[in-house]
């Protein structure tokens, strides 16, 4: 019942149609008819007394009429005095509410009853009794009894409206709501729906009711784990009330933020989630400023909203592991509910679903705690079953799951055979997780025919159709039941049959293990948006990652292909998805009021992303207001940007596109290869990717490598001398076991810390193939397709030597390239230079200083010139678009950063390929002013002669080691610390191989045929 879920002031049904066709009426019911309608219930009663007292005598049939009237209006008249509850200047007790709303439901009945008797009822009237007392059931928690007057509401209407009446539409969207507090969700959402459509068609998409529908959907999609549906239907709630910004509806936002606050801390964007928490803020703060729009009536509404505020936060700072954040607001709701006297319905939830979470924090280091804890929760849910109709089973669900985790394994089992008997009201989501758990009970008891069955069972239910072989099951032929406990269920499947392999070494255990670990990553495909990475993510990734890649070392004769194409699509699609906008953008014509609009949101947005990196601890409320300005900015950037995506779909394919590890084969050349390293909680893998062919190579366990790793970092970026023997160590856990000698060209895609490695240092010389990096298949992919036009090179050189941190040789290094290709130099160029110059060219060189923030990654910076607004941060590049096809980075640290699991390193180099450019030349560390001249030069003198661009970088090292003379200066940290990713074609267009050996070739034939027989006698 929409009306009951969100606010807290009286709506009452205007009552028309109470005009009988076979009674003409009397003076005084018509004056009474009058003043009910008005709200005027005591007034109406009075004058209902006194028809009844003076006309009652006329007939029997109008009598009844009579009597029915003055019964509804006393009726109306005790649910308004109920509502006094909820006024703050003349509120009523607990008590004496639920008194007003039994004495209004006696009236009703009566009403309903004397009405009956009327020999020409009217129906809409009889409709209108009935409304109250399936509103007033409801109101009182009664909601079997709630639905079945509302069903009996919904014949009268029926026989009486038309399906396009507001009455009929309001009717079925308030059994919808029914449905819902009485846990029948899937029926709940029907009903939603079908008055949802009602709506739109007869007032259209931008109304208070259509958002109240699309927020009751998405609650219902949450309770039965559709996670994703939720998200959708609570934007589009969102967006609508937004867009209206009535006072009215500021308790449907609130609420609606609210809903957006747990779903982005639910999925780990703990940073969109605050930006929710902010908006709430606003909406506070309005209140303040206008009172009269307050939700929050009364000092008990107050604190069920904060009691409510105080749940989510608690939930959200455990997601963050800010543990003692967690404890402050469970201290909180621990203090203020007292269980010693008689619990309300909000707080009966809210106790509850606290001592449930504080189970689950203390479940690994105090079992027997975490279950004392939601025995306590379990004891309130059974105390008060039949007072609010609370739900215990969830909670015995956990409970069951904590003995699980705990292996008291004959203690689950019985509880779980109990737990079976009471599911009647179960989710597909609690019945899915309740089977899971019975198959994981008998597995741990060795049971294991039971355990594969119950495993099994758990799959079906799932299954759209049972007439399909399970092990022929794609993810297609699932019901829409994405969540991260989905995927859970679907890797302990797999877990279990990956144990049978490990143990008979049948054929068929192994492909039913990778079927369901394949499904688990089909289902976590479908839960990421595609935007940015968070930690859960990662980790929920990682996880399946590491199954994949175990089950598919544990086999060799599995085709790999179907694999890499899964974990590619499931991988970061950010910097892919800004790339491929802001490298195609400017290919279309966007219009002017667009690119105007877009325009000024970026500088607005750079303009406070500037100001919180100025700003200071103290400025605490300015920071949040500017956190504020930037959520805002940002949504109004994507509206803008999403829109230039739907007037050119042929360009714009986002999250959409599915990777082909064949496609990007199929554009492999024979002598080239893709080494795209997998780092996983335990493991380290490898995939070599050849034109023909897909291997999988476990190397070692993470942290033997990831030692080795940082030891030659250290020796690297501290010059520290007798570095062989670690690179040659590093060689052989890394490359030993791969074939890479087979090819010329080798583009690595690193993970985790071998971001920060250049694989050079273990296998630079003349010999050795061309080494190129990439950040994904798919971002390589995209890369790869920008085809160069061999025009005429321009260079952009832009450098900056300010007093604080001189860079002497950046004059000489410009000059030295400019003598190679056209361009032109800004020397001492300054930030808004670069950004109104950077366009003209197809490369850009920048030469200066650079600073990598760890701390606020998104504010690493280019340092151009001048005292003030000097500093280009990343989060500035991001929003650029850039149409160079190479941007060079000559400064320190242009690779280096945070490096963000998931995403990888928060580098300046990844801000230019966000902005559109298919090739960086980047630094790894802070790297040495002298050499990297010297280096660029020759870098640039080889890309002249048409080389590519690993090419020519790799021979711009092996010219400054012949070069150089003094042993100190040839360590790797001089040479080494530059890298290029990306689109590695050349620049420049080389003629020579084709058409002077064609020409020598058609010289040497013609001699051959004239002076053949010359020729022949020489020889003899």
């Known amino acids: 019942m929409k009306s009951c879920y969100y606010i807290f002031i009286f709506y009452f049904f205007i009552f028309s149609g109470f005009s009988q066709s076979k009674i003409k009426r009397d003076e005084l019911t018509l004056k009474a008819d009058s003043l009910h309608d008005n709200g005027d219930y005591k007034l109406a009663f009075e004058l209902r007394k006194q028809a009844v007292s003076n006309y009652s005598s006329s007939n029997k049939s109008y009598n009844s009429f009579l009597n029915a009237k003055l019964h509804l209006t006393e009726s109306c008249l005790y649910e308004k005095m109920a509502y006094n509850y909820h006024n703050p200047n003349d509120s009523i007790s607990k008590r004496a509410y639920d008194n007003y709303f039994k004495l209004a439901i006696e009236k009703s009945k009566l009403a309903k009853s004397e009405y009956e008797k009327v020999a020409h009822p009217d129906k809409l009237f009889k409709y209108n009794i009935q409304s109250r007392i399936y509103h007033q059931f409801g109101y009182t928690g009664k909601w079997k009894l709630a639905l079945v007057e509302a069903e009996l509401g919904l014949q009268i209407l029926k026989d009486t409206l038309t399906k396009n009446d507001k009455k009929f539409v309001d009717l079925i969207h308030d059994i919808g709501y029914i449905y819902a507090e009485l846990g029948d969700y899937s029926k709940a959402i029907e009903n939603y729906k079908i008055s949802q459509d009602m709506y739109i068609n007869n007032i259209g998409e931008k109304t208070t009711d259509v958002a109240l529908s699309y927020n009751n959907i998405a609650v219902q999609y949450k309770k039965m784990g559709l996670r994703k549906e939720e998200l959708f239907n609570l934007l589009k709630a969102k967006d609508i009330w937004e867009q209206l910004n009535n006072d009215e509806d500021m308790a449907h936002l609130y609420i609606c933020y609210s809903n957006l606050f747990k779903w982005y801390s639910y999925y780990g964007d703990y940073e969109k989630a605050e930006e929710y928490l902010l908006k709430q803020n606003k909406i506070k703060e309005k209140i303040k400023v206008k009172p009269q729009i307050s939700f929050m009536n009364n000092q008990e509404e107050k604190y069920k909203y904060r009691l409510k505020e105080w749940q989510n936060l608690m939930l959200h700072y455990g997601r963050k592991k800010d543990t003692i954040k967690l404890l402050y607001y469970a201290k909180a709701i621990n203090d203020n509910i007292k269980p010693s006297k008689k619990l309300l319905n909000f707080e009966i939830k809210t106790i509850s679903q606290t001592l449930k979470y504080e189970a689950s924090i203390y479940k690994v280091k105090n079992p027997s705690l975490a279950l004392a804890k939601i025995d306590q929760a379990i004891q309130f849910q059974e105390a008060y079953k039949d007072q609010f109709f609370t739900k215990v089973f969830p909670y015995k669900l956990y409970k069951a799951e904590l003995l699980v985790d705990s292996k008291r394994f004959e203690e689950a089992q019985l509880f779980l055979k109990d737990l079976a008997l009471s599911k009647t009201q179960a989710t597909l989501a609690e019945n899915f997780k309740l089977t899971i758990l019975k198959a994981k009970t008998a597995a741990a008891l060795k049971d294991t025919k039971t355990a594969e069955t119950l495993f099994n069972t758990a799959f079906e239910l799932l299954a759209k159709s049972s007439k399909s072989n399970i092990e022929n099951l794609t993810v297609d032929d699932l019901k829409p039941l994405i969540s991260f406990e989905t995927t859970e269920g679907f890797i302990a499947m797999g877990d279990f049959y990956m144990k049978l392999f490990t143990i008979d070494k049948q054929e068929n255990h192994h492909k039913k293990a990778l079927h369901r670990y394949m499904i688990a990553s089909k289902i976590y495909n479908q839960l990421y948006l595609g935007e940015r990475y968070n930690e859960l993510l990662f980790q929920t990734n990682n996880e399946i990652n590491e199954r994949l890649m175990s089950c598919l070392a544990a086999n060799k004769n599995t085709d790999l292909t179907e694999v890499v194409n899964s974990m590619e699509n499931n991988a970061s699609k950010l910097i892919w998805s800004k790339f491929n906008f802001n490298n195609k953008r400017l290919k279309i014509k966007i219009p002017e009021a667009q690119l105007n609009e877009e325009e000024r949101l970026i500088s607005e947005l750079n303009f406070y992303q500037n100001k919180i990196l100025e700003s200071n601890q103290e400025e605490e409320d300015k920071i949040m207001l500017w956190k504020g300005k930037i959520y805002d900015l940002k949504n109004e950037l994507s509206k803008i940007q999403a829109l230039i995506q739907k007037q050119h779909p042929n360009y714009y394919q986002f999250n959409l596109k599915e990777f082909d590890l064949k496609l990007l084969q199929n554009d492999l050349k024979k002598n080239e290869a893709i080494l795209k390293y997998s780092i996983t909680n335990r493991n380290v893998y ?171 990654p998104e504010f690493s910076s280019l340092h151009f010139y001048g005292k003030t607004n000097s500093k280009l941060f990343i989060s500035e590049l991001y929003n650029e678009t850039l149409v160079a096809n190479l941007a060079v980075l000559s400064a320190c640290d242009t690779g280096n950063g945070f490096y963000e699991n998931g995403e990888g390193v928060i580098s300046l180099s990844r801000a230019f390929n966000y902005a559109g450019i298919p090739s960086t030349v980047m630094s790894l560390w802070r790297v040495d002013d002298e050499a990297t001249a010297k280096m660029m030069r020759y870098f640039y003198r080889h890309l002249s002669l048409g080389e590519t661009k690993d090419e020519a970088l790799k021979n711009a090292k092996l010219d400054y080691l012949e070069n150089t003379a003094d042993p100190l200066l040839k360590h790797p940290y001089y040479w080494s610390g530059f890298v290029i990713s990306g689109n590695t074609d050349a620049l420049v267009k080389n003629d020579f191989d084709y058409k002077w050996i064609l020409l020598l070739v058609i010289v040497f034939s013609i001699i051959l045929i004239f002076y053949r027989k010359k020729l022949v006698q020489l020889f003899k």
Request: hydrophobic share 40%; aromatic share 10%.
């Open 686 to 856: 490898a995939f070599l990717i050849s034109k023909n062919k897909v291997e999988l190579i476990a190397l070692n366990d993470k942290k033997t490598i990831q030692n080795q790793v940082n030891e030659c970092l250290s020796f690297l970026k501290d010059r520290k001398p007798n570095y062989q023997k670690s690179f040659i160590k590093l060689h052989s856990l890394l490359l030993d076991q791969i074939n890479y000698q087979a090819f010329d060209k080798l583009t690595i895609i690193p993970d985790g810390s071998l971001h920060y490695l250049p694989f050079e240092v273990l296998l630079l010389d003349k010999k050795a193939p061309l080494i190129s990096y990439a950040s994904s298949l798919l971002l390589y992919q995209e890369q790869r397709a920008i085809i160069p036009s061999y025009s005429t090179v321009s260079i952009g050189a832009f450098s900056a030597s300010n007093e604080y941190a001189k860079l002497p040789q950046t004059a000489s290094e410009i000059d030295a390239i400019l003598s190679v290709f056209n361009g032109k130099a800004y020397v001492n160029a300054g930030k808004i230079d670069f950004l109104k110059q950077a366009n003209l060219y197809n490369v850009l060189h920048l030469a200066m200083h650079s600073d990598s923030n760890e701390e606020y």
